[in-house]
Every structure is written in structure tokens, then in C-alpha cells.
T-cell receptor, first 114, second 109 residues
Framework: IAGITQAPTSQILAAGRRMTLRCTQDMRHNAMYWYRQDLGLGLRLIHYSNTAGTTGKGEVPDGYSVSRANTDDFPLTLASAVPSQTSVYFC?????????????FGNGTRLTVT | GQNIDQPTEMTATEGAIVQINCTYQTSGFNGLFWYQQHAGEAPTFLSYNVLDGLEEKGRFSSFLSRSKGYSYLLLKELQMKDSASYLCAVRNGNYQLIWGAGTKLIIKP
């Protein structure tokens, strides 16, 4: 089934640990995104990639890094987790960045940093 | 600054009609999206408006007025499965997506 796969589904992580959230899409979409969703707030963009080989910073990039080595994969790394990074993380993709191309979302990773 | 305003929560009755409003202030405009998000699940795309007017898609319709910075999502013949959060998002002049906090819709029998 075509779509976006995120792993893990949920994770409890000790503060200070390093963690990589995985995201893979099989729709050959050019653009990919990482969002965090917190109660009472809209989705906030962490990092994005308009095409393989390029990345950019979103609204809340501090403490996170990404890479886009190929079209399909867009991992998000927390170098040293802090409790404020407790959130639900969604990976998304779109055919292209901009215009009327809608975002397709993965099922999310629920991360708790203790 | 840029912001999207939506009511936090709305309640409606099964079989009725509900209108969810979204007002926006952004630097430029390149389209408005509505998404549905069931609790614990991913957002899913509902509609896109870039020109003024009404876009109808089955039981769901979305309206846009660019001059007023206003949109609404109209849901007809409400079903229990329509209980979800509805997210409004605007693509600004730099093609960035600005998201509202979402409206939680509760459907009662």
C-alpha cells in the first residue's frame, strides 16, 4: 500500500539520549517535511526538504537535524533529547513544494522524553 | 505576524449541518487547505481553495473569501464518524504552510 511509514510508533527516551525517527515514502514525492504537534498548537514545521539532496529549516529547528540522501527517506535526529521535545512527530510528503499539492502524512511517532 | 484562527471546539447533532470557520492573516496567499484528523491518527487532506467561492465535494464543502481572509468548511448530513479535529492551513506568499490549532468537532446522537 502506497504511503508514508514512520518508525517507531512510540518511544520513551531518557533526556540526553540521541534518537532518530525514521520516515519512508513510496509515492516518489519530491518534498518531505517533519512536523511536531502539541496540544493547543497548530502543526509546527521542524525541517523540510523540497527535493532529494536539499534540506531547510522550519519554524522550530533547534535540537533537530535531518538528511535527505534519496527520494524515499527523510530521517529526523534528536542529538540530545530534552523534555520539551516530548511531542507527536509527523512526517509528511507532497508531490512538490508549493501550489495545490496536498501533504500526505505518516501515522506519527509519539515521543516522551523523561 | 501570521496567524490562523479557528474555534477550539464545536458540538453538533448527527444528521445536522455544521460550519467551521477559519480566519487568517498571512504575508501573501497561495491557497488554503482543510484537513481532517481523527484522535490519535494522521491528518488527511479534505479540500483546497485558491480562488474565491465554494468547492463542493460530497457532504463536505469549503468556501473562501480572499478579501476577507476567511474560509469555512461546511459538513452536511453529519455522521458519528465525522467526530474529529479539522485543521485549516494557509500557504503564504513564500509558499510556507501556516497551520491553525484545529477545531475539535463533537457529534452527538
Amino acid at each position: 500500500i502506497a504511503g508514508i511509514t514512520q518508525a517507531p510508533t512510540s518511544q520513551i527516551l531518557a533526556a540526553g539520549r540521541r534518537m532518530t525517527l525514521r520516515c519512508t515514502q513510496d509515492m516518489r514525492h519530491n518534498a518531505m517535511y517533519w512536523y511536531r504537534q502539541d496540544l493547543g498548537l497548530g502543526l509546527r514545521l521542524i525541517h523540510y526538504s523540497n527535493t532529494a539532496g536539499t534540506t531547510g529549516k522550519g519554524e522550530v529547528p533547534d535540537g533537530y537535524s535531518v538528511s535527505r540522501a534519496n527520494t524515499d527517506d527523510f530521517p529526523l535526529t534528536l542529538a540530545s533529547a530534552v523534555p520539551s521535545q516530548t511531542s507527536v512527530y509527523f512526517c509528511a510528503s507532497s508531490d512538490y513544494a508549493g501550489g495545490n499539492s496536498p501533504l500526505h502524512f505518516g501515522n506519527g511517532t509519539r515521543l516522551t522524553v523523561t | 505576524g501570521q496567524n490562523i484562527d479557528q474555534p477550539t471546539e464545536m458540538t453538533a447533532t448527527e444528521g445536522a449541518i455544521v460550519q467551521i470557520n477559519c480566519t487568517y492573516q498571512t504575508s501573501g496567499f497561495n491557497g488554503l487547505f482543510w484537513y481532517q484528523q481523527h484522535a490519535g491518527e494522521a491528518p488527511t487532506f479534505l479540500s483546497y481553495n485558491v480562488l474565491d467561492g465554494l468547492e463542493e465535494k460530497g457532504r463536505f464543502s469549503s468556501f473562501l473569501s480572499r478579501s476577507k481572509g476567511y474560509s469555512y468548511l461546511l459538513l452536511k448530513e453529519l455522521q458519528m464518524k465525522d467526530s474529529a479535529s479539522y485543521l485549516c492551513a494557509v500557504r503564504n506568499g513564500n509558499y510556507q504552510l501556516i497551520w491553525g490549532a484545529g477545531t475539535k468537532l463533537i457529534i452527538k446522537p
